[in-house]
């Protein structure tokens, strides 16, 4: 079974003053439409917050993540800091009944940052749950994996890409708490990987190209 569908979204992490610029390259010159505007999702916490930005392709969207220093860094500063302007953060995944996705994946040895999210981002309803970091260093500095469900996955009209300004305030929390635990674990334990596994042989897409032309 096929659990991933598509890409829902890609948050990049843009460097201060940066949003605006970001902004009008993917609106004015790819087209897209922006949804939602966020400019402080931690409006009230002393520390540290971010800018979010949202932009709507139809079939995936674009979010924009921008650091707010205070009293510490911005986790979106750290993580600017060490990739760059620009860089992909994470990338949103569009699962096919989540939960038992989510069953599956733990049995494979991956991990969570959270609990999952749901929230009505405007459109309907979503789910959401995000990973822990690729290799086990600062949270904030590492990218990490994020997999949605929306309405619209079990035969539904499916709704336009949209996006939560509370989910944003969510996983900025999530990474927060994990800085403060000192969190290293890695988004997966390869160890439950059965040795001796090799992939299985690719489609030979030559071959299957005459036949498809044939039908």
């Not at 991933?4 to 460097?15: G, L, M």
């Not at 405007?122 to 949605?148: H, I, L, R, T, W």
């Not at 079990?154 to 000192?182: C, D, L």
């Amino acid at each position: 079974m096929k659990w991933i569908k598509k890409v829902d979204h890609i948050t990049y992490a843009v460097a201060k003053g940066m949003m605006n610029k970001w902004a009008w390259y993917h609106i004015e010159i790819e087209g897209g439409t922006l949804v939602n505007r966020i400019d402080d999702v931690n409006p009230n916490d002393p520390s540290s917050s971010m800018k979010l930005w949202c932009i709507d392709f139809e079939t995936f969207g674009i979010a924009l993540v921008e650091g707010i220093d205070r009293a510490e860094r911005s986790q979106v500063s750290v993580f600017v800091e060490k990739h760059g302007d620009h860089s992909v953060q994470h990338v949103a995944y569009d699962t096919v009944h989540l939960g038992a996705f989510l069953e599956r994946a733990r049995k494979h040895g991956v991990r969570l940052r959270g609990e999952t999210l749901l929230r009505n981002d405007g459109f309907g309803m979503v789910k959401q749950v995000f990973s822990k970091g690729y290799d086990g260093e600062d949270p904030a500095d590492m990218q990490f994996a994020e997999y949605v469900e929306r309405q619209g996955a079990h035969g539904e009209a499916e709704p336009a890409i949209t996006f939560s300004s509370r989910v944003g305030k969510g996983f900025y929390y999530q990474i927060e708490q994990a800085r403060e635990q000192k969190d290293r674990e890695t988004f997966i334990d390869f160890g439950r990987m059965p040795q001796g596994w090799r992939p299985p042989a690719p489609v030979d897409l030559d071959a299957e190209l005459p036949r498809a032309l044939d039908r």
